[in-house]
Nanobody
Framework: QVQLVESGGGLVQAGGSLRLSCTTS????????MGWFRQSPGKEREFVAA????????NYADSVKGRFTISRDNAKKTVYLEMSSLKPEDTSVYLC?????????????????WGQGTQVTVSS
């Protein structure tokens, strides 16, 4: 059974930084494309960033490009999301997801496994 556990969320002031982590267990992490999404109450799940299993360039949503960086450590079975220059509109629950093989995707429906999420709150 594949499990994903996010951590690192919290409360931060606008302009601040946070690093989210997502550690996996029970699967072949090195073969997973990994994505970060975010979801706020009453809104659809929104793509944030994705990174391939084969080392290709990461993908980012336009809203976070230049501020967020996704990376992965296959030895630790962990994917990270470094967030800087945070804005109040970045406030959301951040979820990581894994997609077996193929390629990274911005479509949440194409991911096979999901974590429970971690709350990020950016105060103005």
């Amino acid at each position: 059974q594949v499990q994903l556990v996010e951590s690192g969320g919290g409360l931060v002031q606008a302009g601040g930084s946070l690093r989210l982590s997502c550690t996996t267990s029970g699967g072949a992490f090195s073969t997973y494309n990994m994505g970060w999404f975010r979801q706020s109450p009453g809104k659809e799940r929104e793509f944030v960033a994705a990174i391939s299993w084969y080392g290709g360039p990461p993908n980012y949503a336009d809203s976070v490009k230049g501020r967020f960086t996704i990376s992965r450590d296959n030895a630790k079975k962990t994917v990270y999301l470094e967030m800087s220059s945070l804005k109040p509109e970045d406030t959301s629950v951040y979820l990581c997801a894994a997609r077996e093989y193929y390629s990274p995707s911005s479509n949440s429906h194409e991911y096979h496994y999901w974590g429970q999420g971690t709350q990020v709150t950016v105060s103005s």
